[in-house]
């Protein structure tokens, strides 16, 4: 069965919290390592893509610095990617409507990085629909389903749908003697040596979680507010630009207005 996100609003903050539903299934952290079955440790990377429909190899041998690094890579990437596509598509919805005096609005930047896959928009939301993710993002703008792919909803189901398996992954991590064992050489470490850089992990990770759910959230706030307030000011700037004709020929009509006084003063007053 395919794994659904809904998000009747852009901001579902009830996601993110404490008791809603990515973490109501967590239980308190172990005090040391817990030995994971076998068999589950093994599933753990389609678990999580059934779960969350991320794209990142969510392997819990894996070491915490290299998944990090790519999660959060493939973060600002998507993040650069979105802003300079969106811009491109508000533009083109514009024009598509109001033909004259469009070309008055800029173009976006590239915000690419080296190390960013050009085509990372359209890749990820691929994956994640081959995954299993299916919007329930409504189409508010019947003419430019484009425009609507970039819309905040849509925005933050893939933002949330990568953050979700990074979430789970560091969970796992949490609890895993195995990979905290081979990560860490626990096998030459005395009890209290393993007892105290097992405690030091798992604040950091507990901390890491935190760190990546607070910048899930400013970057979804961040993306709200430039979405908005973007096509807000390219469609008044385009609209006064096409008022400029409206005003010059009023401007040309009132001067020749304004020359009748002048010329029939008195001009129906008997001599």
């Given at each position: 069965?395919?794994k659904?996100?809904?998000?009747?609003?852009?901001?579902?903050?009830?996601?993110?919290s404490?008791?809603?539903?990515?973490?109501?299934?967590?239980?308190?952290?172990?005090?040391?390592?817990i030995?994971?079955?076998?068999?589950?440790?093994?599933?753990?990377?389609?678990?999580?893509?059934?779960?969350?429909?991320?794209?990142?190899?969510?392997?819990?041998?894996?070491?915490?610095?290299?998944?990090?690094?790519?999660?959060?890579?493939?973060?600002?990437?998507?993040?650069?990617?979105?802003?300079?596509?969106?811009?491109?598509?508000?533009?083109?919805?514009?024009?598509?409507?109001?033909?004259?005096?469009?070309?008055?609005?800029?173009?976006?930047?590239?915000?690419?990085?080296?190390?960013?896959?050009?085509?990372?928009?359209?890749?990820?939301?691929?994956?994640?629909?081959?995954?299993?993710?299916q919007?329930?993002?409504?189409?508010?703008?019947?003419?430019?389903?484009?425009?609507?792919?970039?819309?905040?909803?849509?925005?933050?189901?893939?933002?949330?749908?990568e953050?979700?398996?990074?979430?789970?992954?560091l969970?796992?991590?949490?609890?895993?003697?195995?990979?905290?064992?081979?990560?860490?050489?626990?096998?030459?470490?005395?009890?209290?040596?393993?007892?105290?850089?097992?405690?030091?992990?798992?604040?950091?990770?507990?901390?890491?979680?935190?760190?990546?759910?607070?910048?899930?959230?400013?970057?979804?706030?961040?993306?709200?507010?430039?979405?908005?307030?973007?096509?807000?000011?390219?469609?008044?700037?385009?609209?006064?630009?096409?008022?400029?004709?409206?005003?010059?020929k009023?401007?040309?009509?009132?001067?020749?207005?304004?020359?009748?006084?002048?010329?029939?003063?008195?001009?129906?007053?008997?001599?």
């Open positions: 069965m395919k659904v996100f809904f998000f009747p609003s852009f901001l579902l903050w009830s996601l993110l404490p008791g809603g539903s990515i973490q109501a299934q967590f239980q308190e952290l172990p005090k040391i390592p030995k994971l079955p076998a068999d589950f440790r093994e599933a753990f990377p389609d678990t999580i893509t059934k779960m969350c429909s991320s794209t990142i190899d969510y392997n819990l041998d894996r070491t915490v610095k290299d998944v990090s690094d790519e999660y959060h890579n493939t973060r600002n990437c998507l993040a650069n990617s979105i802003i300079s596509q969106s811009i491109h598509t508000i533009n083109q919805d514009i024009r598509a409507i109001v033909h004259e005096k469009a070309d008055v609005l800029p173009e976006a930047g590239d915000l690419s990085q080296e190390q960013c896959d050009e085509d990372l928009f359209q890749n990820t939301r691929q994956q994640q629909e081959a995954k299993g993710l919007t329930r993002c409504g189409e508010t703008k019947p003419h430019s389903s484009v425009l609507a792919a970039f819309s905040p909803c849509r925005v933050a189901e893939m933002w949330l749908a953050w979700c398996g990074y979430e789970k992954y969970w796992g991590k949490q609890r895993d003697d195995v990979s905290f064992g081979n990560e860490f050489g626990a096998a030459a470490l005395s009890p209290d040596e393993w007892q105290q850089i097992f405690t030091q992990k798992r604040i950091s990770y507990q901390h890491e979680s935190e760190k990546s759910k607070q910048a899930l959230q400013d970057t979804l706030w961040f993306y709200q507010k430039f979405e908005h307030n973007y096509r807000l000011w390219a469609w008044s700037t385009v609209i006064k630009e096409n008022l400029k004709d409206i005003r010059d009023l401007v040309e009509f009132r001067d020749v207005i304004e020359t009748y006084p002048t010329k029939f003063i008195n001009a129906a007053k008997p001599g």
